[in-house]
């Protein structure tokens, strides 16, 4: 596999994730963070590639699950020892002033609101099964049938679950399924327990980069995957993906999401903040979920 050649080139002996012993000054060497981070993209990368030669062929269903598995949890303990890190950085950091965390959490809550307006202005004006165009389908597309189940995620979540899930068995690469089961995972991850809460983000961030690898024209797999990043405390990784979603000509509703979010600004924002050093992972990121899809895809 390229660039996880399985199984030797990333079945690594450093441990859990290759997850570091304990201690305080290896919790505030930020050579050690950036190798945690680096293993990280380097496993979900791994998933990314093992599921493009699951397809071709190349790995039967029985190998592929079992690799699929040993990433997912790899990457769910690097990240765990990721946040463990940024938390002993937040730690050593000098207390904020009272104006200052107000004005940081007057910004979240703001932030929050206008991406459930943002989002509700660029697509509730759609419906599923209705055309770009206006028209009607007489048979929904399983990209469509996804738009619908996405509807359905604040409301009726389970139901939502299943819904996408049953569409993702019919079609494992359907980049709408992905993009719409990881924004759910990401919604419902800060809600849960550790270590469920770090496997939901391990495992929305490897959905929307399967959604991306997918179908590389979907804007809002490529929006969601900046916003994801964002919530979850990546902002460099956050600011890298903004730029490839404007690189890759959005399409319009997505890039309204992402503008009336004011996406770059608030990344920047918690870059300028984090002063150089890893961000505070107890930040609250959180944005609220888009009321309706576009059945375009878009």
Not at 106 to 114: H, I, P, R, Y
Not at 161 to 190: R, Y
Not at 259 to 270: G, T, V
Request: one cysteine or more.
């Amino acid at each position: 596999m390229s660039p996880a050649n399985p199984p030797g080139a990333t079945r690594r002996t450093g441990g859990a994730g290759g997850r570091p012993a304990s201690g305080r000054t290896r919790d505030l060497d930020p050579d050690e963070l950036a190798a945690l981070e680096e293993q990280r993209d380097f496993l979900l990368a791994s998933i990314a590639d093992l599921e493009r030669e699951h397809e071709a062929g190349d790995l039967s269903d029985e190998d592929a699950a079992t690799l699929r598995d040993d990433y997912t949890a790899r990457a769910a303990e690097v990240i765990r020892a990721i946040e463990d890190r940024k938390a002993a950085f937040a730690e050593a950091r000098p207390p904020r002033s009272p104006l200052r965390v107000a004005v940081i959490a007057v910004a979240v809550v703001g932030f929050a609101a206008l991406a459930g307006w943002a989002a509700a202005a660029a697509m509730g004006a759609r419906k599923a099964g209705e055309s770009a165009s206006g028209g009607i389908t007489v048979t929904q597309t399983l990209s469509q049938q996804a738009n619908e189940c996405s509807t359905k995620i604040m409301s009726d979540p389970v139901e939502a679950k299943d819904c996408l899930e049953g569409v993702l068995e019919e079609d494992p690469e359907n980049a709408v399924a992905l993009t719409w089961s990881a924004w759910q995972l990401s919604l419902i991850s800060n809600q849960l327990e550790e270590p469920d809460r770090t496997v939901a983000q391990a495992q929305a961030a490897i959905r929307l980069e399967q959604a991306v690898a997918s179908d590389p024209g979907y804007s809002y797999a490529r929006a969601f995957r900046a916003i994801v990043a964002y919530r979850n405390g990546r902002y460099a990784d956050a600011q890298q993906y903004l730029q490839e979603f404007r690189d890759n000509d959005p399409s319009t509703e997505a890039a309204q999401i992402i503008d009336q979010m004011d996406l770059e600004a608030n990344i920047a924002a918690a870059l300028a903040e984090s002063d150089g050093a890893p961000a505070d992972p107890g930040a609250d990121t959180t944005t609220t979920a888009p009321a309706t899809t576009d059945p375009a895809g878009n």
